[in-house]
């Protein structure tokens, strides 16, 4: 009975410390070769026209436009790159578990508007909340799995918060200003970016593995392809949106 | 003239009226404005919890913002109503019967009767709420099986002056009293009075219907935040709770105080303190040798004072109530105040006392377990010549209730109860005991 | 035989350990009373499930005809706190709610029940999310000392109203008509409405001077009304209150009424 308790702990034990190793080594060699992938998030057919906002209510964001604001939950660019996709690794790594960055990510309210639109972070990861603009908003964040939480703050404020828990991707709304909606993703790894204006995106330092990608879009859901990136391999990866 | 004190008197003494008590209420009309199910003020409806009774003493108000009318669809029509089909079984071991059928002059002797079959109750209809933020009202048609009356009907000026211990009303009301008989969790013909509060000794011609019935008047009542400390003094016209001003012209006097206190462990206990004074008329003005309605006179007085508890031990609850009662002795008698010397030789006021013991087990909403036992005891006769325990009786009652839904909507109950009473020297030819048995099953059911 | 013993006693120990953690999660605590969860089951059945639900969500059969809709537990976010905004309330805030209800909406004050029961409600209202056994409730919030109010205090108060954008909901007059009223909601997409500060001095969180003060520091979570913790200092919080008690047609003390009409 003894010996059959203590062969329990020692497979145990050693399971814990290959995990460990391993997590080790996968990041070791990532560092040596890291593996990238790229593309482009493609709107097809007719992209939709934003439609204009009216911000008249509160003067210190008329003020702060001279041609009218327009929505921005579809923004395609000239050639057809859709911007605003949080792109990242939903299935594939090992369960380890990543460390947030030092640096914080930076959500800024500017011209009544949240810049950027859509923010992906890490879990954990601060975000700096910066009002620029001379009214007051308050930034609301409505998570699932997140907690709420709901806070006024005038120009100049400062502001730090995190998310800790995945959610692709917690609303952000500015009651004061209802037109202001935002979006910020909070991934539990590193790997995730969210497409530029002409609807590009990398994701950079991967380790060797086989992923599955998910690019997520606020209105249009969201898309997954399998893909496996060797040692230092780069790899071209497209999503295609429609309405 | 006093139609309802005659009709409690038979029921005493002689028994066999049914439907006298098919007037207690859950309030569906109250579910349907906020939401709420029955459960959440009724212990076991028609049985009020201290949530329910709070309501009510609000002046059928929540008190968060969401009363007055003005906040429900306007097609809302605050009004519900009941009704009890049942089936059950009544038998008299002594009930008076001809000695031939048929022939009123063949002479009375007693024999065991028994009678059963399927019935109704009559139907109530409730119309209550709030006209205005802090004006209640409620009217209470009843249709019996055989008539329609108006068991209540009232209005309330509610948290005058904004204190919570500052309400009026006015009209026909059920007095405050320590359980309520509009409540009784029991629908039998005879577990569901409380005898106390209608008991009048033998040979008594007290008007005075009992404390059981609806009065006219006005009431001025109050009560804390949590409905711990309640307290209520209406004052009523001598008419019984009947319409039209049949008896006298003098007023009587209610009062009910009450206190609660939490216990760790047990729950609510409550102690109370009530008293009726009252005057009833022992003779009339009269045309042509018949009373004149409303000119009673020779008016004497009586009361009737006590104490009651309301004890909680978990999920057990315990009613516990004593009366005393006291009849003047012309009343007593029957006598007219102007007519001294036709008292009969040694003729004293009516004394006695009586009291009753009701438990409630109430595992959950859907189920309560009832039992009651109840008695009076004469201390002392009118009339010397009276044997001394002619009029008491005791009564035990068990049953249950069993609320197979749980809504917002509407309220039904399956009900089984049985009953037994004794009332000593009640047979009318042997003058030995009376004993009645009723059993009911049937469905109560409101919307 | 030793160690199996050995080990046998850790395991119990530790499942003993769970078994404790477990259990305080399903407790509450509110002064010297212990809520039970098992026991406010039994009164949540009673008095609560048809309109917050079985499942605490605030889907009740009741909830479809209530407006604002009941509170959905599972979320752990609510409205009157102690505690900042996205932090979990104290279990005596949850107890002060039920014993108060809520201005303006379908709770009633549910302080007919003996102070045991509520105190079993909060803990089982606590057992709907998970988030009371992950999470401590965030440090209460200090209420200094109110001021006296002053026209001084007042016209302050009138100016942050503006500046703090109060009057984006609530209304140039505080009746709850601001031009973003519209387009509110709560947390779960419902259409909510702003308070209406000329409705009387009656608040969604308790009445007082300090109550009001609380809620600008707190903020109303699930709801659109943010937290003012960062964005005002304390004395411009007490001119913020002496500012809405003046919106108030239905103010009872009259005091602040009367400093403005100097």
Excluded at chain 2, 21 to 39: D, M, Q, V, W
Excluded at chain 2, 84 to 103: A, K, M, Y
Excluded at chain 2, 348 to 361: D, Q, R
Aim: hydrophobic share 35%.
């Amino acid at each position: 009975m003894q010996s059959r308790y203590s062969v329990l702990i020692i497979s145990i034990t050693a399971l814990v410390y290959s995990v460990a190793v391993l997590g080790v080594r996968t990041t070791a060699s990532a560092a040596d070769s890291p593996a990238s992938i790229s593309g482009e998030v493609k709107f097809q057919g007719t992209p939709p026209k934003p439609t204009r906002i009216d911000v008249s209510q509160d003067p210190l964001c008329a003020k702060a436009h001279s041609t009218p604001l327009t929505t921005e939950d579809i923004l395609v660019g000239p050639d057809g790159g859709l911007a605003n996709v949080v792109v990242y690794i939903s299935d594939g790594l090992s369960t380890q578990t990543f460390q947030p960055p030092q640096q914080p990510a930076v959500l800024e309210q500017k011209g009544c508007q949240y810049k950027p639109h859509v923010l992906a972070v890490q879990s954990n990861q601060k975000i700096n909340i910066i009002n620029s603009d001379e009214t007051t908003h308050n930034i609301h964040p409505s998570p699932v799995n997140n907690r709420e939480w709901n806070m006024t703050q005038p120009h100049g404020m400062p502001l730090e918060k995190s998310f800790a828990r995945e959610e692709v991707a917690v609303p952000v709304k500015c009651n004061v200003h209802p037109w202001m909606k935002g979006y910020i993703a909070v991934l539990k790894n590193p790997y995730f970016a969210v497409s530029d204006k002409e609807g590009h995106f990398s994701l950079k330092d991967l380790p060797p593995g086989s992923y599955t990608i998910t690019a997520w879009q606020e209105k249009l859901g969201t898309s997954v392809q399998k893909i496996t990136v060797g040692a230092g391999e780069n790899k071209t990866l497209d999503f295609t949106f429609k309405q | 003239m006093p139609i309802r004190k005659s009709i409690v008197l038979e029921f005493l003494m002689l028994g066999a009226l049914l439907g006298i008590t098919e007037n207690a209420h859950c309030i569906p009309a109250f579910a349907r404005k906020y939401g709420l199910p029955c459960s959440a003020c009724h212990e076991a409806w028609p049985m009020l919890n201290n949530f329910g009774q709070t309501f009510k003493d609000n002046g059928y108000q929540l008190g968060n913002g969401r009363d007055a009318p003005i906040y429900q669809d306007p097609g809302y029509w605050p009004i519900m109503f009941r009704t009890t089909p049942f089936w059950h079984r009544e038998n008299n071991n002594r009930q008076g019967v001809d000695s031939i059928p048929g022939s009123a002059a063949s002479g009375l002797i007693e024999r065991n009767v028994t009678t059963s079959g399927f019935d109704l109750g009559g139907v109530d209809f409730i119309a209550a709420g709030t006209l205005y933020k802090n004006i209640s009202v409620f009217v209470q048609p009843f249709i019996g099986n055989s008539s329609v009356t108006l068991s209540q009907a009232w209005a309330r000026l509610d948290n005058l002056a904004g204190s919570r211990w500052l309400n009026l009303k006015m009209g026909k009301f059920e007095l405050d009293e320590p359980i309520s008989q509009e409540r009784s969790l029991l629908l039998n013909n005879t577990g569901a009075l409380y005898y106390n509060y209608f008991f009048n000794p033998p040979g008594d011609r007290n008007l005075f219907g009992g404390i059981g019935l609806p009065q006219l008047g006005i009431e001025v009542s109050g009560h804390s935040a949590n409905d711990y400390t309640r307290y209520s003094v209406a004052m009523v016209s001598s008419n019984s709770g009947a319409t039209g001003l049949p008896t006298n012209q003098t007023y009587d006097v209610y009062a009910n105080v009450n206190q609660a206190f939490e216990v760790p462990r047990l729950g609510m206990q409550q102690v109370g303190v009530y008293a009726y004074w009252g005057q009833s008329p022992t003779y009339f003005q009269t045309a042509g040798g018949t009373p004149l309605p409303g000119t009673g006179t020779g008016n004497e007085s009586f009361y009737r004072v006590g104490a009651y508890g309301h004890w909680f031990v978990k999920r057990f609850d315990f009613y516990t109530f004593y009366l005393h009662g006291y009849d003047n002795v012309f009343l007593g008698n029957g006598v007219p105040a102007n007519q001294a010397s036709t008292l009969p030789v040694g003729a004293l006021a009516p004394v006695w006392n009586g009291g009753f013991v009701e438990g409630h087990y109430n595992p959950t909403p859907r189920w309560v377990f009832i039992s009651k036992y109840e008695l009076t005891r004469m201390s002392r006769q009118a009339n010397p010549l009276l044997p001394p325990k002619l009029g008491n009786l005791d009564t035990w009652t068990v049953g249950y209730r069993w609320y197979p839904i749980m809504s917002t909507r509407a309220g039904l109950a399956w009900t089984q109860e049985y009953s037994h009473i004794a009332n000593v020297g009640a047979a009318p030819v042997s003058h030995l005991d009376e004993i009645r048995d009723s059993y009911l099953m049937g469905f109560d059911f409101d919307f | 035989m030793s160690n199996k013993s050995g080990l046998i006693r850790r395991v119990a120990i530790s499942i003993l350990i769970a078994w404790n953690v477990a259990g305080y999660a399903q407790e509450s605590h509110v002064g010297n009373l212990v809520g039970n969860a098992r026991r406010g089951k039994a009164l949540y059945q009673r008095y609560c499930i048809f309109c917050h639900g079985q499942y605490g969500d605030g889907r009740g059969e009741s909830a479809a005809y209530l407006d604002p809709k009941p509170r959905d537990f599972t979320k752990a976010a609510f409205k009157c706190r102690s505690t900042p905004s996205g932090s979990l309330p104290l279990d005596s805030d949850l107890y002060d709610t039920i014993t108060r209800g809520i201005h303006a909406s379908g709770m009633p004050s549910w302080k007919p029940l003996l102070r045991q029961e509520r105190a079993d409600l909060v803990a089982y209202v606590k057992t709907f999310s998970p988030s009371f056994q992950e999470e401590r409730p965030g440090a209460p919030v200090e209420i200094p000392p109110e001021p006296p109010p002053s026209t001084e205090s007042i016209q302050r108060g009138s100016e942050l109203f503006q500046s703090m954008n109060c009057w984006s909901c609530h209304g140039k007059d505080g009746r709850g008509n601001g031009p973003s009223a519209v387009s509110l909601t709560d947390s779960k997409g419902n259409p909510i409405k702003p308070f209406d500060f000329t409705s009387g001095p009656t608040f969604k969180c308790g009445n007082t001077d300090r109550d009001m003060y609380r809620d600008l520091v707190t903020g109303l979570d699930g709801t659109p009304m943010p937290s003012f913790a960062s964005a005002t200092t304390a004395d411009q919080r007490w001119d913020l209150v002496h500012y809405i008690r003046t919106l108030s047609t239905a103010n009872r003390s009259g005091h602040i009424l009367q400093v403005k009409g100097r």
